[in-house]
């Protein structure tokens, strides 16, 4: 075990140290995105292809989504959320309330309880009870263009209330067909926080691991198993293991045989997790060299191009995407969709989907 957690931690650390200063970090993060969403509905048993990923993302679908890449979408969506906000934003009891839909109605109603706590509230710098603000304001009901002014200030305040009532379902009030109404969310997650809390004095490696094993034993929300893996990655960003990227536990797992996934022992099952871990951080480091080394071959194609040029963008785009379509290029780079074809063809990308419907390149 000592062995393992030891190994998990060193190519962890060389692959943040890697892309501390590496020219293609941002790239490298937004396409591991994609293919972390991928793995996640892979480990459930369903496959969703890279490339629909990708156009469904951009919003430029061939087909309609399925039920399947929906999901995998909402993962990606997360991921970036997670990969976005503050390293120790989403284990937090905020940042969880948000990851599954139960945004900020308790600091609303705080707010709110605070301003009908005192009823002299100050607007423009002004107290609302003063006699001469009273006797400023006292022409509004004669201005009927101030009148409807405020009429509509009101009627956005009262719908923005009535939204955040009626967004905070509890869970007593969920369809009973979709969710178990005796699956208490809010303590099975209790439980989960307190298992991570109890990890802080442990490496930040291990922490993440028992914190994966916690989700799947206690399994806190009823339709986002895949949430936990999510959470993890994000306590390795929190405790300061990973400051440069999020990990992709779930592509990593996948590279573990599926016969060794769920050992019975709970020590093995940790020593898995463990290695998910090390799989993610060498294939990440694999992924980084092999793209770098692309994108030094393909920089040489810029060499006495004019200052206008829309090369340069169209390559920094393409570390981006693991794949792009000539309607996806056009978007970005604001051409047409033919220029997009002669752009691809100028720096010699490669076509990497083989159908006849679409074409797309990418970096591989």
Same mark, same amino acid.
């Given at each position: 075990?000592? #062995? ?24 490298? &993060? ?37 039920? $399947? ?7 990606? %969506?997360?991921? %970036?959320?997670? @990969? ?24 609303? $109603? ?96 291990? #922490? ?20 936990? %893996? ?9 405790? @300061? ?35 998910? &871990? ?20 393909? #920089? ?34 604001? &051409? ?9 063809? $100028?720096?010699?990308? %490669? ?14």
């Amino acid at each position: 075990m000592k #062995a393992t957690l030891a190994i998990a931690e060193d190519a962890l650390a060389r692959l943040d140290e890697r892309l501390a200063k590496s020219p293609i970090r941002d790239g490298w &993060i937004a396409r591991t995105h994609y293919t972390d969403a991928c793995a996640s509905l892979w480990l459930e048993g369903e496959l969703v292809h890279l490339e629909d990923l990708v156009l469904h993302d951009a919003g430029m679908d061939i087909r309609a989504p399925t039920h $399947e890449l929906t999901r995998a979408h909402a993962v990606l %969506r997360t991921r %970036r959320r997670i @990969a976005d906000a503050k390293p120790d934003w989403a284990p937090s009891p905020a940042g969880l309330d948000s990851l599954r839909g139960r945004t900020g109605q308790g600091e609303w $109603e705080e707010g709110r309880g605070l301003r009908k706590e005192g009823e002299r509230s100050f607007v423009g710098g002004y107290d609302s009870g003063d006699a001469d603000l009273d006797t400023s304001l006292g022409g509004i009901e004669s201005d009927p263009h101030l009148a409807a002014a405020f009429a509509a200030v009101d009627a956005a305040n009262a719908k923005a209330e009535r939204t955040l009532t009626g967004g905070s379902r509890t869970q007593s009030e969920r369809d009973p067909v979709v969710y178990d109404p005796d699956w208490d969310e809010d303590a099975r997650l209790d439980d989960w926080r307190a298992v991570v809390e109890q990890t802080r004095i442990l490496p930040p490696t291990l #922490a993440a691991a028992l914190a994966t094993e916690a989700w799947d034993a206690i399994a806190p929300l009823q339709h986002t198993p895949w949430l936990g %893996r999510l959470l993890a990655a994000s306590v390795l960003r929190a405790r @300061a293991k990973t400051r440069w990227h999020l990990p992709c536990l779930h592509d990593g797992l996948k590279a573990i045989p599926r016969e060794r996934r769920r050992p019975r022992d709970a020590a093995a099952r940790l020593a898995v997790q463990l290695e998910a &871990i090390t799989a993610a951080a060498a294939a990440g480091l694999k992924d980084h060299d092999r793209w770098l080394n692309q994108r030094t071959l393909l #920089a040489r194609k810029l060499a006495g191009r004019r200052a206008t040029s829309k090369l340069p963008a169209l390559l920094d785009y393409m570390l981006t995407r693991p794949i792009a379509s000539a309607g996806m290029i056009a978007k970005e780079l604001k &051409i047409t969709p033919r220029a997009a074809q002669d752009q691809v063809g $100028e720096l010699d990308l %490669r076509e990497v989907t083989g159908r006849g419907r679409y074409r797309a390149w990418g970096i591989l």
